[in-house]
């Protein structure tokens, strides 16, 4: 990190510094990145401070957490409050409105960094899954590390993901990629997602955070017009798809399959419940 | 040393390798993640490091109810 970088925005789970017009973003929510309530409030302040700065030319987002860039949606939380009001007697209207709120408004935060007028690319490492992926998927560009592992297990937990990825990962790479990956729930290593051109640039572990700098920095030496120009055209609307994603998955999520998984997945003391020897999960060190 | 033989000895070398272990520690019928003491994070690093140094694609759930180096090996020689 540059010494004329500023620390624009020191948030619980994610800090941001703006070096030149470089926004270097950091989320350091720890075990993994869980989007809840509060990532979802600071990536909404994320969005707001660039959103309001035209001194932003490009954006890269990266983690701190040794697990992975993000292990995608708090379900611990997500399970817990749907627990709480089914307790305060809450309607299963009043329940969804209170999901589809969380959805409109991670919808927004996915769809502003989506349709920014610079370059933005996620760095990232490790576990890329669900949320994270999206989060990743709605950046222009991914250099991942070798590390790095892509996947959507939502159909594991009886539901589809949410916050965007189907219509964006169907808009990267194709609908065969997208129909292995939602209805197998399997995850993808970096290589492969590299070969299938999901990942722009396959670096060696630990460097991936270096090599986005560097390509946003090359962004930074075009015209910021062209950019935008450029970015405009190569940005499809995917409003209709994306609307259609948050009504689907609505209806799934009452379903007392969702029910049964998210209490699963809650009681397992494991980070990631749902992958291999998922119960052998350990702490890890701060 | 058959060919068997050589995949479940790369596996070995590799897991000690990336979790700092001894080689010779290892054995096929362990229990790899009391073995590694590693987590189900560190599993997927270690399906990472198998799919690049044999060139092959392991789905996780291949693997969902592999315990043993012995297990894992096995699934290794099925994608070889």
């Known amino acids: 990190m540059s010494e004329t970088s500023t620390a624009i925005l020191e948030r619980e789970c994610l800090t941001a510094r703006l070096d030149g017009g470089l926004l270097d973003v950091e989320l350091h929510r720890e075990p993994a990145n869980e989007i809840g309530t509060k990532m979802l409030e600071d990536l909404e302040a994320l969005v707001r401070v660039f959103s309001e700065n035209d001194r932003v030319r490009a954006m890269v987002l990266r983690s701190r957490a040794r697990r ?22 809450a309607s299963d209207g009043a329940r969804l409105s209170e999901v589809r709120a969380f959805l409109d408004r991670i919808h927004r935060v996915m769809n502003a960094i989506d349709h920014t007028p610079f370059t933005t690319i996620a760095a990232v490492h490790g576990v890329v899954f669900g949320g994270g992926f999206e989060l990743a998927l709605a950046c222009d560009l991914i250099v991942a590390d070798k590390s790095a592992r892509f996947c959507f297990p939502e159909l594991r937990l009886g539901l589809i993901p949410g916050f965007g990825g189907i219509p964006r990962l169907r808009r990267d790479v194709g609908a065969a990629v997208t129909r292995d990956l939602i209805l197998t729930g399997r995850s993808l290593g970096a290589s492969r997602a590299h070969e299938i051109g999901l990942v722009s640039q396959l670096v060696g572990e630990g460097q991936s955070h270096a090599v986005a700098r560097r390509v946003a920095e090359q962004s930074l030496r075009f015209d910021a017009k062209t950019t935008r120009s450029a970015l405009g055209f190569l940005t499809p609307d995917l409003s209709a798809e994306l609307e259609r994603e948050k009504d689907l998955f609505c209806e799934l999520f009452l379903s007392p399959v969702v029910d049964d998984a998210l209490a699963r997945f809650d009681e397992d003391e494991g980070a990631m419940p749902y992958l291999p020897a998922g119960s052998k999960t350990k702490e890890v060190e701060a | 040393m058959t060919v068997d033989d050589q995949v479940l000895d790369s596996l070995l070398a590799l897991a000690a390798e990336r979790f700092r272990r001894d080689r010779a520690t290892l054995k096929g019928p362990d229990d790899l993640f009391d073995a590694l003491d590693i987590d189900s994070v560190d599993a997927m690093a270690l399906l990472t490091a198998l799919e690049e140094r044999f060139g092959v694609e392991i789905p996780d759930y291949e693997v969902q109810d592999v315990r043993t180096f012995d297990a894992l090996a096995a699934v290794v020689r099925r994608r070889l």
Not at chain 1, 69 to 83: I, K, P, T
């Open chain 1, 68 to 89: 992975g860039f993000s292990a995608g949606a708090d379900l611990r939380e997500l399970h817990r409050q749907n627990v709480a009001r089914k307790q305060s007697g």
